[in-house]
């Protein structure tokens, strides 16, 4: 596996695996077997996207490890999404070497509002912090939710607003919704997997909401599909992949966008019959735990 996040048989986690597991290895500090578990198994471009145009979809955030390289393209391995001005919402399988066993909290950093990874703008802020849902499990891939935040305030973005918590109605099967990232274009099929091709501008693509049942049947040689906090989206061709982890997956409302996704894992990218698995972002748990990890007031 090299996916996204470390799961059973062939899904994986959409960050980038191999450059982190060499990079964490030369800054000298030995990974915990867990985390290694769960993030030396990573993958990074939306697959079947096109490239967006500069300023678009701001609330984007890049994270960058200082240690993988000299430029933020090299530096690049997960997305994010700024929820307000001092937090951004992740996957938890993005962060969770981050610390004592890992790659040093300071040596990550998160870019709002960039489109191209090397040109210029945006905000550059430091992880003052990260909170990871107690509930997260690297071998199943349950609960792939974190929360980062910044030592200094991002006031000059429209943060997205998450999907309300304990509601489904944005989330119906068929209905399209966009992905953005800085992932791997290629699609990859399960067993015949391709060269990656990394993007240094922005890309974003519509990916349809696939049913749970559906999904379920899709992975049922590969563990289960946690429908009460997952949900799946995707065709052939269109899909996030490695190195989009962390993102967000978002419709459109009425004066903006909500989240209703967080790239989570896959089989494959774009694979036939393998639609992308995301973490569910109104499923109470998981709304649950973003508000406590933000201030908010949690649903009872």
């Not at 500069?54 to 960058?64: K, P, R, T, V």
């Not at 499923?283 to 009872?300: D, E, H, K, L, Y």
Request: proline letters at 8%; glycine letters at 16%.
């Amino acid at each position: 596996m090299g996916g996204r996040r470390g799961a059973p048989a062939a899904r994986r986690m959409r960050l980038v695996a191999v450059v982190l597991v060499a990079a964490v290895a030369a800054l000298g500090v030995g990974l915990d077997p867990a985390v290694a578990g769960a993030s030396g198994q990573i993958d990074p471009r939306v697959v079947g996207g096109t490239p967006v145009a500069n300023g678009q979809y701001s609330f984007q955030a890049a994270l960058l490890g200082l240690p993988f390289g000299p430029t933020a393209f090299d530096q690049q391995y997960c997305g994010g999404s700024l929820i307000s001005p001092y937090y951004v919402l992740t996957a938890a399988h993005c962060v969770d070497f981050v610390g004592p066993t890992g790659m040093p909290l300071s040596q990550l950093q998160v870019v709002v509002g960039r489109t191209v990874l090397t040109g210029p703008g945006g905000y550059v802020r430091k992880a003052a912090a990260i909170t990871i849902h107690p509930g997260w499990n690297p071998d199943s891939g349950k609960n792939d939710v974190a929360v980062i935040r910044l030592d200094r305030a991002i006031t000059a973005i429209q943060p997205i607003k998450p999907a309300t918590t304990g509601t489904d109605a944005l989330e119906r099967p068929g209905r399209l919704a966009t992905v953005t990232g800085w992932g791997d274009i290629n699609q990859q099929d399960p067993g015949h997997e391709v060269p990656p091709s990394y993007a240094n501008r922005m890309r974003v693509g519509q990916v349809p909401i696939v049913a749970d049942d559906e999904c379920q049947a899709a992975y049922a040689g590969d563990g289960p599909i946690f429908a009460a906090t997952q949900i799946c989206a995707g065709r052939t061709g269109r899909d996030t992949c490695q190195g989009d982890s962390g993102g967000p997956m978002f419709v459109a409302v009425p004066g903006g966008y909500r989240q209703i996704g967080i790239t989570s894992e896959g089989n494959g990218c774009g694979a036939t019959g393998f639609p992308g698995i995301y973490t569910q972002v109104s499923a109470i748990p998981i709304g649950n735990f973003i508000a406590s990890a933000t201030g908010g007031i949690p649903v009872r």
